[in-house]
C-alpha cells in the first residue's frame, strides 16, 4: 500500500544542511497498522509527512496504493492527497466551526452539496460517537472528544491511508486509551492502513502490527512488534521496550560485577523471554534434564501484547564450564530471546 524507497530530506539550516532522513525504506501493507518510534528529533514528523509530501523529500520515491506521489505535479498530487487522511497531536481543529461543520469541511472544500455532505458527516459522528457534540465548538470538547472531531473529519473523503502524528501525545492515559481502540476499530471495520508515529512504545504495543524504529535519520531495526519486544536488537529499542516491561536486574545484582567468560565457580545469568506457544512449554524442566544444570528463577513477569502471552525470566544456571554452554545453546536453540547477562562468581550474588 505504501512503498517509501531510499529517502532522504536534507534541511538548510543556519549552520549548515540539517540531514533529517538518510536514506529511509519501508513498506507498509494493505489493512495494517505500522508504528514509527524514535525520540525527539530523529526523524518521525519529516517522515510521516513525506508519505503525503507534506515534505517533498530531497531524494527517494513515494508511493501510495500504486501511485507515485514524489514524481506528481501539484495538481495531481492535490487528487492523489484524498487518499490520505491525517490527524495531529494538537487537532487542529477549526475554532469557530461546530464539530458537525468541522467534519464537514473538506467536503465543502471538495464542492459536495448539502445532502451528500449531511449523508457522509452523521455516521462519521456516530462512528467516533460525538452524535450528541454536533453542534458544539471545539473549545467545549475535551482533548479526546478533539481527536474524534480529527478522525471524523480526516475520514471524511473516504481515504485509504491514515496518517497519525503522535495522535495522542497530548491525552492523558485513559483517553489515550480511548481513542487508540477507536483507531483499531476503524482499521478493522473500515480496512482503514494506518501509519502513525510515536515516541511512546505503549502506544505501539498496543495497536500496531508492525514498527519501525528510527534514529538520527535513520531506521535502525523494524518487524512484526512481538518479534521486536522478543528480541530487540538495538540498545535503543531495548530502552523503548524498557520504560514499559520492567527488565531492570533485581537488587540483588545490584554493584554485582558480571563476566562475559564463565570463571572458575561462576554461575550463568540469563534473560530469557517466552512469546506465544513457547510460554507455555516446559523449558526450564527441559532444560536442567538435557543439559545437567541447576536452574534458579530469579526473577519472573508476564505480560500479554495484543492478546499474545509474552514472559521474561532471568535465571541462574549453575554447573560445570561445558554444562552452562549446553544450557545456552539448548536455550538458543529454541524459539526463545535469549540475552546472557554474564557470568558471576559464586560469592558475588547478595543471596549467595
Ligand atoms: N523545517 C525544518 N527546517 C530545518 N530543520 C528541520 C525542519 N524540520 C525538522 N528539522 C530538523 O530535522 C530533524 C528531524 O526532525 P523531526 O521533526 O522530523 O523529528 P521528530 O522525530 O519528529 O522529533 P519530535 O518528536 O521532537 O517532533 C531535527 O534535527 C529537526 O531539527
Given at each position: 500500500m505504501i512503498?517509501l524507497?531510499?529517502?532522504v530530506?536534507t534541511?538548510?539550516?543556519?549552520?549548515?544542511p540539517?540531514h533529517a532522513l538518510?536514506g529511509v525504506?519501508?513498506?507498509?501493507?494493505?489493512?495494517?497498522?505500522?508504528?514509527v518510534?524514535?525520540k525527539?528529533?530523529?526523524?518521525?514528523?519529516?517522515?510521516?509527512?513525506?508519505?503525503?509530501m507534506?515534505?517533498k523529500?530531497?531524494?527517494?520515491?513515494?508511493?501510495?496504493?500504486?501511485?507515485?506521489?514524489?514524481?506528481?505535479?501539484?495538481?495531481d498530487?492535490?487528487d492523489?492527497?484524498?487518499k490520505?487522511?491525517?490527524i495531529?497531536q494538537h487537532?487542529n481543529?477549526?475554532?469557530s466551526?461546530t464539530?458537525?461543520?468541522n467534519?464537514?469541511?473538506p467536503?465543502?472544500l471538495?464542492?459536495?452539496?448539502?445532502?451528500?455532505?449531511?449523508?457522509?458527516v452523521?455516521p462519521?459522528?456516530d462512528?467516533?460517537?460525538?452524535?450528541?457534540?454536533?453542534?458544539?465548538?471545539?473549545s467545549?470538547l475535551?482533548?479526546?472528544?478533539k481527536?474524534r472531531?480529527?478522525?471524523a473529519?480526516?475520514?471524511?473523503s473516504?481515504p485509504?491511508?491514515l496518517l497519525c502524528?503522535?495522535a495522542?501525545?497530548?491525552l492523558?492515559p485513559?483517553t489515550?486509551?480511548?481513542i487508540?481502540?477507536?483507531?483499531?476499530d476503524?482499521?478493522?471495520?473500515?480496512g482503514?492502513?494506518?501509519v502513525l508515529i510515536?515516541h511512546?512504545?505503549?502506544v505501539?504495543?498496543?495497536i500496531?502490527?508492525r514498527?519501525?524504529?528510527?534514529?538520527?535519520g535513520?531506521?535502525?531495526?523494524?518487524g512484526?512488534?512481538?518479534?521486536l519486544f522478543a528480541k530487540?536488537?538495538?540498545?535503543?529499542?531495548?530502552?523503548f521496550?524498557?520504560?514499559i516491561i520492567?527488565?531492570?536486574?533485581?537488587?540483588?545484582?545490584k554493584d554485582?560485577?558480571?563476566?562475559?567468560v564463565?570463571?572458575?565457580?561462576?554461575h550463568?545469568?540469563?534473560?530469557?523471554?517466552?512469546?506465544g506457544?513457547?510460554a507455555?512449554?516446559p523449558?526450564?524442566a527441559?532444560?536442567?534434564?538435557h543439559c545437567?544444570?541447576?536452574?534458579?528463577?530469579?526473577?519472573?513477569?508476564?505480560?500479554?501484547?495484543?492478546?499474545?502471552?509474552?514472559?521474561?525470566?532471568?535465571?541462574?544456571?549453575?554447573?560445570?564450564?561445558?554444562?552452562?554452554?549446553?544450557?545456552?545453546n539448548?536455550?538458543e536453540a529454541?524459539?526463545?530471546?535469549?540475552?546472557v547477562?554474564?557470568?558471576?562468581?559464586?560469592?558475588a550474588?547478595?543471596?549467595?
Amino acid at each position: 500500500m505504501i512503498n517509501l524507497s531510499g529517502i532522504v530530506k536534507t534541511y538548510p539550516g543556519s549552520s549548515g544542511p540539517v540531514h533529517a532522513l538518510k536514506g529511509v525504506s519501508i513498506q507498509v501493507n494493505s489493512g495494517e497498522i505500522f508504528g514509527v518510534i524514535g525520540k525527539s528529533g530523529a526523524g518521525k514528523s519529516t517522515l510521516i509527512r513525506c508519505i503525503n509530501m507534506l515534505e517533498k523529500p530531497t531524494v527517494g520515491t513515494v508511493v501510495v496504493d500504486g501511485q507515485e506521489l514524489s514524481s506528481m505535479s501539484e495538481r495531481d498530487l492535490r487528487d492523489a492527497r484524498k487518499k490520505i487522511g491525517m490527524i495531529f497531536q494538537h487537532f487542529n481543529l477549526l475554532s469557530s466551526r461546530t464539530v458537525y461543520d468541522n467534519i464537514a469541511f473538506p467536503l465543502e472544500l471538495v464542492g459536495w452539496d448539502k445532502k451528500k455532505i449531511e449523508d457522509a458527516v452523521l455516521p462519521l459522528l456516530d462512528l467516533v460517537g460525538l452524535s450528541d457534540k454536533r453542534n458544539q465548538y471545539p473549545s467545549q470538547l475535551s482533548g479526546g472528544q478533539k481527536q474524534r472531531v480529527g478522525i471524523a473529519r480526516a475520514l471524511a473523503s473516504r481515504p485509504k491511508v491514515l496518517l497519525c502524528d503522535e495522535a495522542t501525545s497530548a491525552l492523558d492515559p485513559q483517553t489515550t486509551q480511548s481513542i487508540l481502540e477507536l483507531l483499531k476499530d476503524i482499521n478493522k471495520r473500515l480496512g482503514l492502513t494506518i501509519v502513525l508515529i510515536t515516541h511512546e512504545m505503549q502506544v505501539i504495543k498496543q495497536i500496531c502490527d508492525r514498527v519501525a524504529v528510527i534514529e538520527n535519520g535513520v531506521i535502525i531495526e523494524q518487524g512484526p512488534v512481538i518479534d521486536l519486544f522478543a528480541k530487540p536488537e538495538t540498545t535503543t529499542t531495548r530502552e523503548f521496550i524498557r520504560t514499559i516491561i520492567n527488565y531492570d536486574l533485581p537488587d540483588i545484582f545490584k554493584d554485582t560485577a558480571f563476566s562475559p567468560v564463565p570463571l572458575t565457580d561462576s554461575h550463568l545469568i540469563v534473560r530469557v523471554s517466552f512469546l506465544g506457544k513457547a510460554a507455555k512449554e516446559p523449558i526450564i524442566a527441559s532444560l536442567i534434564r538435557h543439559c545437567n544444570v541447576d536452574v534458579s528463577i530469579l526473577f519472573g513477569n508476564i505480560d500479554h501484547i495484543q492478546n499474545i502471552p509474552f514472559g521474561t525470566l532471568i535465571i541462574e544456571v549453575t554447573g560445570d564450564t561445558t554444562s552452562m554452554q549446553s544450557a545456552l545453546n539448548y536455550l538458543e536453540a529454541r524459539e526463545l530471546g535469549v540475552e546472557v547477562i554474564g557470568y558471576v562468581k559464586r560469592d558475588a550474588l547478595a543471596i549467595s
